[in-house]
């Protein structure tokens, strides 16, 4: 089993083509042709973390957040960084961080808060745009039904709780092949008229290739004529935070001391208190400061997240009760998931979930 393996597997959980803009995600440092000896599963890769996997002989750090976010120009040991670098390389361990791709999964970084907390009905906070991707193409008649079929079996044409969607329309196309050509239909030198179909199927931009790879295998034509778009459509199911409800309400010093005994946070900073019952509440794993006006429009009565600054409670404005309770502590879960997933998924290695804690943050 290869580094490569164990990577492809952590996409098909999360693909890394929805992370964010400003993130850095996937194999950021070793080989990955390299044999995997164990995994490592952590929320920080630190000094101390690659010490554990030295010690525990594992060659794969599987990590929450990037060690790097931005370009290193040197490595002389001179930043934690570099030194973490430093000793991975030393140690031919590779590195591989997930981050914002997990965050803005249906069953990652929100969804383990959500259920720890046990909250119900979820739905994603703040979707994620231009997740959604649509395809035209131009089909023979007689041909239209394997070339849906083999759209359909590649991932296209599911809608929320719909498979099996298109559109088609009946029409006639013309082409003419010149010299070189080899048409399925026609002759080459001469215009042709053929009854086709134009297939309009959605597809999740992260199995775009797979899309593409079923349509040039199933269709007839040399050359296929196609057209992809991004679509405005919102996706249920991609996106960061999510909201909920709990099954009955409950009283605000209830509902902190909740979070507080869920999280094992140090001290919760909140807004001031709306003397009401908390029933509906927003999550955002890490920093989620700029949700707060999307936490406020779906009608929450609480959001948790972290890293709120100063200015950042004004903005609950007495109509929602805002609550930072840790970057690390919001957060915490993620390597429960991670671990779970590569257990069940590798038997051939060992899978080791990190006692390093990683956080920085200590509370007097």
Known sequence: MTVQDVTNALETLSPLVYTEDFDNTGLLVGDRNQ???GVLVTLDTLEAVVD???????????SFHPIIFSG????????YVERVVQKAIKHDISIFAIHTALDNHWNGVNAMMCKKLGVKKTSVLVPQKGTIKKLITFVPKK???????ALFAAGAGSIGNYDHCSFNVEGEGSFQGNE??????????????E?????GVTFPKHTQSK???????SHPYEEVAYEITTLENANQHI????IGEFESPMAEGDFLALLKNTFGTGCIRHSQRLQKNIKKIAVLGGSGSFAIDGAKAAGADAFISADFKYHDFFKAENRILICDIGHYESEQFTKQLLHSFLTKKFTNFATVLSKTNTNPISYF
């Open 239 to 242: 996106g960061m935070g999510m």
């Open 35 to 37: 044999k995997v000896s």
């Open 72 to 79: 290193l120009k040197k490595i002389t040991g001179r930043t």
């Open 52 to 62: 554990e996997a030295i010690e525990n002989n594992c060659n794969l750090i599987v």
């Open 211 to 217: 899309v593409l790879k079923a349509l040039f295998t």
């Open 195 to 199: 009854p086709e179909i134009q297939i």
């Open 143 to 149: 041909h239209a039904e394997t070339v849906r079929e």
């Open 180 to 193: 070189d050509s080899n048409p399925t239909v026609g002759e080459k030198g001469n215009t042709h008229f």
